[in-house]
């Protein structure tokens, strides 16, 4: 679960947000990482992908309205530091695996 959320800086930097500014808040903004704790525990298929796109799509959704200018450059470059980061270090996944080498095969073939 650990290395699943270095993947997420996105989740990380609005959880700190939301730590600061909204600590109550910060409850329902967890429950997510208990979920996937428990998805984990009850042994469903629940792989470092999907825990990418959960944490991703939750952050993107919880991202405060009434952020600063300067708060929101900070998570707009982190951000872009999750997209080169899940370009240079993917989560992966048999599935994954598969289709990533099946979506680079005619890339690898020229």
Do not use: K
Not at 4 to 25: D, K, N, Q, S, T
Not at 78 to 104: H, I, K, R
């Amino acid at each position: 679960m650990g290395a699943a959320l270095l993947h997420v800086p996105l989740f990380v930097a609005v959880g700190v947000i939301y730590a600061v500014r909204r600590p109550v808040a910060l409850v329902g903004y967890l429950t997510s990482v208990v979920a996937s704790v428990v998805a984990v525990w009850v042994r469903l298929r629940y792989t470092p992908v999907t825990a990418y796109v959960l944490f991703t799509l939750v952050a993107l959704l919880a991202v405060p309205r009434d952020t600063g200018r300067r708060t929101g450059a900070v998570l707009a470059a982190v951000a872009l530091a999750q997209l080169v980061l899940a370009w240079v270090w993917p989560p992966t996944s048999p599935g994954f695996a598969d289709w990533l080498a099946t979506v680079t095969a005619p890339l690898n073939a020229a």
